[in-house]
Protein backbone atom coordinates (compact mmCIF):
# COMPACT_ATOMS: atom_id res chain seq x y z
CA UNK A 1 0.00 0.00 0.00
CA UNK A 2 1.39 3.09 -1.14
CA UNK A 3 0.31 5.56 1.76
CA UNK A 4 0.66 2.89 4.55
CA UNK A 5 3.06 4.84 6.09
CA UNK A 6 1.49 8.53 6.13
CA UNK A 7 -2.42 6.08 6.54
CA UNK A 8 -0.63 5.19 10.27
CA UNK A 9 0.54 8.90 11.06
CA UNK A 10 -2.83 9.83 10.17
CA UNK A 11 -4.89 7.64 12.66
CA UNK A 12 -2.12 8.66 15.40
CA UNK A 13 -3.01 12.23 14.98
CA UNK A 14 -7.05 11.18 14.64
CA UNK A 15 -6.77 9.15 17.63
CA UNK A 16 -5.08 11.37 20.39
CA UNK A 17 -7.09 15.03 18.65
CA UNK A 18 -10.06 13.88 21.06
CA UNK A 19 -7.40 14.56 23.78
CA UNK A 20 -7.46 18.52 23.12
CA UNK A 21 -10.98 18.90 22.42
CA UNK A 22 -12.61 16.73 25.09
CA UNK A 23 -9.87 17.01 28.29
CA UNK A 24 -9.18 20.72 27.44
CA UNK A 25 -4.67 19.91 26.73
CA UNK A 26 -4.16 22.97 24.92
CA UNK A 27 -1.42 21.79 23.74
CA UNK A 28 -2.00 23.51 20.10
CA UNK A 29 -2.37 26.54 22.09
CA UNK A 30 0.56 26.79 23.55
CA UNK A 31 2.74 26.85 20.21
CA UNK A 32 5.87 28.57 21.16
CA UNK A 33 6.07 25.56 24.47
CA UNK A 34 5.20 22.76 21.35
CA UNK A 35 7.69 24.16 18.98
CA UNK A 36 10.10 24.36 21.81
CA UNK A 37 9.63 20.61 22.28
CA UNK A 38 9.36 19.55 18.63
CA UNK A 39 12.90 21.44 17.83
CA UNK A 40 15.41 19.40 19.35
CA UNK A 41 13.43 15.74 18.00
CA UNK A 42 13.51 17.21 14.83
CA UNK A 43 17.12 18.02 14.36
CA UNK A 44 18.23 15.32 16.17
CA UNK A 45 16.58 12.35 14.65
CA UNK A 46 16.52 13.93 11.35
CA UNK A 47 20.55 14.05 11.17
CA UNK A 48 20.49 10.21 12.59
CA UNK A 49 18.16 8.75 10.01
CA UNK A 50 20.26 11.14 7.07
CA UNK A 51 23.32 9.51 8.90
CA UNK A 52 21.77 6.14 8.70
CA UNK A 53 20.59 6.29 5.80
CA UNK A 54 24.05 7.25 3.90
CA UNK A 55 25.74 4.83 5.97
CA UNK A 56 23.37 2.36 4.50
CA UNK A 57 21.74 1.03 8.09
CA UNK A 58 18.47 1.23 6.82
CA UNK A 59 15.90 2.23 3.98
CA UNK A 60 12.52 2.82 3.47
CA UNK A 61 10.19 1.27 0.88
CA UNK A 62 9.40 3.55 -1.72
CA UNK A 63 6.03 0.91 -2.13
CA UNK A 64 4.83 2.31 1.36
CA UNK A 65 5.16 5.71 0.58
CA UNK A 66 4.30 8.60 -1.12
CA UNK A 67 7.71 8.85 -2.87
CA UNK A 68 8.12 12.58 -2.13
CA UNK A 69 12.20 12.74 -0.68
CA UNK A 70 13.55 15.63 0.95
CA UNK A 71 17.33 15.13 -0.03
CA UNK A 72 17.64 11.36 1.00
CA UNK A 73 14.31 11.56 3.57
CA UNK A 74 11.04 10.10 3.07
CA UNK A 75 8.87 13.24 3.74
CA UNK A 76 6.42 10.89 5.77
CA UNK A 77 9.98 9.91 8.08
CA UNK A 78 9.79 13.64 8.77
CA UNK A 79 6.05 14.03 9.68
CA UNK A 80 7.26 10.95 11.93
CA UNK A 81 9.47 13.00 13.87
CA UNK A 82 6.43 15.79 13.96
CA UNK A 83 3.69 14.02 14.41
CA UNK A 84 4.17 11.32 17.39
CA UNK A 85 6.03 13.66 19.42
CA UNK A 86 2.89 15.63 19.26
CA UNK A 87 0.87 12.55 20.15
CA UNK A 88 3.08 11.72 23.02
CA UNK A 89 2.29 15.58 24.66
CA UNK A 90 -1.04 14.94 23.71
CA UNK A 91 -0.67 11.72 25.85
CA UNK A 92 1.12 13.14 29.02
CA UNK A 93 -1.32 16.25 28.77
CA UNK A 94 -4.26 14.30 28.90
CA UNK A 95 -2.93 12.28 31.73
CA UNK A 96 -2.00 15.49 33.62
CA UNK A 97 -5.75 16.35 32.99
CA UNK A 98 -7.17 13.77 34.05
CA UNK A 99 -5.36 13.44 37.44
CA UNK A 100 -5.35 17.25 38.14
CA UNK A 101 -1.34 17.65 37.74
CA UNK A 102 -0.23 21.37 37.56
CA UNK A 103 0.89 22.03 33.85
CA UNK A 104 3.72 23.95 34.80
CA UNK A 105 3.82 27.31 33.08
CA UNK A 106 0.68 28.70 34.34
Known amino acids: MR ?5 VLVACLVGTAPLEVVLHTRVYAR ?3 LLLTLLPVVV ?3 AWDL ?3 RA ?3 SYDPRQTTG ?3 G ?3 LEELLFF ?3 PVCAVLTLEAVRAVKGWPVGDE
Do not use: E
Request: charged letters at 10%.
Open 51 to 53: LAI
Open 56 to 58: GHW
Open 3 to 7: LAYLA
Open 82 to 84: LVI
Open 31 to 33: RKR
Open 72 to 74: ALP
Open 44 to 46: VFV
Open 68 to 70: IVL
